[in-house]
Every structure is written in structure tokens, then in C-alpha cells.
């Protein structure tokens, strides 16, 4: 196997969703050619689902910092500010979320590579079980968004005795 059949396998394995291998080759591409603090490359998606999105990508550690982060703020600000508050780090989730991934592929490429010195089969496989897709996330971002738009329906039902229709 030749390294750029080597590397292609690698980025397939870790992204683990082939209709987005290209757009992550691309970005990570970009990301390579930047300098080595934190980059900005956008993606819709990390600003749509934010922390879903991070779980979903299994950046795990990113994920509960945010999760923390909002639920402090949440707890302490009113509500006005916290909309505004979560609105400008759903932008920033957007901006930073691809070099989170980046970074957690790099570093989990490096680890793998070590362990397994030259196995380029052994490699790709360890790839595909430590990076992917936790589905399980994309399930629950769906629930929990569906159960807050029926929880908000039903408080509005009750505030005003009726469907606003």
C-alpha cells in the first residue's frame, strides 16, 4: 500500500461517514497548510447541532467543556443574554469545531502509529474502532430537540389555553 492509499484509508477510517471524506480531506488540508495555533475553517453543522455535533464526532472532551460552559451560563445570566450568549458560541462552534476533529485525528494518528510501527493494515483497522461516528449521539441531539419543541408547544398550549394557529 503505497502512503497516499495509506493516508486516504486513515481519513476514511477516522471520519467514518463517506459522503463526508472529501470535505474533511479538504479542511484538514488547509488546516495542515495554516500555522500550528488554532484555526478557523467553517462548518454548519458543528454551528447547528454544537455540542451534538461534537458527541457525535466523539470529541468527547470538547464536548462536556461546552456542555459545562452553557449550563453555568445558562444558570446565571438572564434569559436575553443567554440567547445571545448561545447564538455567538454556536458561530464559534462553527468556526472551530473542524480543527477539534483535526486535531483529535492527528493526535489520534500519531498514537496509532507508534503502536503498530509500519503495520499500515493494523493501523487503519485500530482507526476504524477508536475514531468514527458515535450514533448513538445523533439519536439523542434528534430526541432531545424534538422532546424541547414538544415541551414548548405544550407550555404554550398551557399559557394560553389554546394552539396558536
Not at 497548510?33 to 457525535?56: C, D, E, H, P, T
Not at 507508534?114 to 439519536?139: P, Q, T
Request: no cysteine; hydrophobic share 55%.
Amino acid at each position: 500500500m503505497d502512503s497516499r492509499e495509506y493516508e486516504t484509508k486513515m481519513l476514511e477510517a477516522y471520519i467514518a461517514t463517506p459522503s463526508k471524506v472529501t470535505w474533511y480531506a479538504k479542511a484538514f488540508q488547509t488546516l495542515d497548510r495554516r500555522s500550528k495555533g488554532v484555526s478557523w475553517y467553517w462548518n454548519s453543522w458543528a454551528m447547528i447541532g454544537g455540542f451534538w455535533y461534537l458527541l457525535y464526532r466523539k470529541q468527547m472532551k470538547v464536548a462536556l467543556i461546552i456542555l459545562f460552559i452553557i449550563l453555568i451560563v445558562g444558570a446565571i445570566v438572564p434569559l436575553p443574554f443567554f440567547i445571545l450568549f448561545y447564538l455567538l458560541l454556536s458561530l464559534l462552534l462553527g468556526g472551530f469545531s473542524t480543527y477539534f476533529v483535526y486535531t483529535n485525528y492527528k493526535l489520534h494518528r500519531k498514537d496509532i502509529e507508534v503502536m503498530f510501527e509500519g503495520d499500515k493494515e493494523k493501523s487503519i483497522g485500530v482507526m476504524r474502532i477508536v475514531a468514527g461516528v458515535n450514533s448513538v449521539a445523533l439519536y439523542a441531539g434528534v430526541f432531545a430537540f424534538v422532546s424541547l419543541l414538544l415541551i414548548t408547544i405544550g407550555l404554550l398550549i398551557m399559557a394560553k389555553g389554546s394552539l396558536p394557529l
